[in-house]
């Protein structure tokens, strides 16, 4: 199995800046593409940003010219750095991944616990 465990949600001003990680760790592969999706209360849960292994990333409009994803594939960790923080931004942050089993290299989605991120005005 592959286990997604983030940290770094927490309550900021808005226009504050917070940072999440999210480490990755099990019997792992490969692991194809890493990212955030974030679920507001009452909404479906949205694209925040990925990142490939490559290091190409892919954001949401929302969050264009305020987050920046990276990644450190040694260590099976992605990071978002958000900056300019709204209220709108408030919500539950998912981690995810694409990734390969040592056993089984069939590429499957995983899913982190999540991490509140609230925005205060």
């Known amino acids: 199995q592959v286990q997604l465990v983030e940290s770094g949600g927490g309550l900021v001003q808005a226009g504050g800046s917070l940072r999440l990680s999210c480490a990755a760790s099990g019997s792992i592969y490969s692991i194809n593409v890493m990212g955030w999706y974030r679920q507001a209360p009452g909404k479906q849960r949205e694209l925040v940003a990925t990142?490939?292994?490559?290091?190409?990333?892919n954001y949401a409009d929302s969050v264009k010219g305020r987050f920046t994803i990276s990644r450190d594939n040694a260590k099976n960790t992605v990071y978002v750095q958000m900056n300019s923080l709204k209220r709108e931004d408030t919500a539950v942050y998912y981690c995810?991944?694409?990734?390969?089993?040592?056993?089984?290299?069939?590429?499957?989605?995983?899913w982190g616990q999540g991490t509140q991120v609230t925005v205060s005005s």
């Open positions: 995810y991944a694409i990734a390969q089993q040592l056993a089984v290299r069939v590429p499957k989605v995983y």
């Open positions: 990142v490939t292994s490559g290091g190409v990333p």
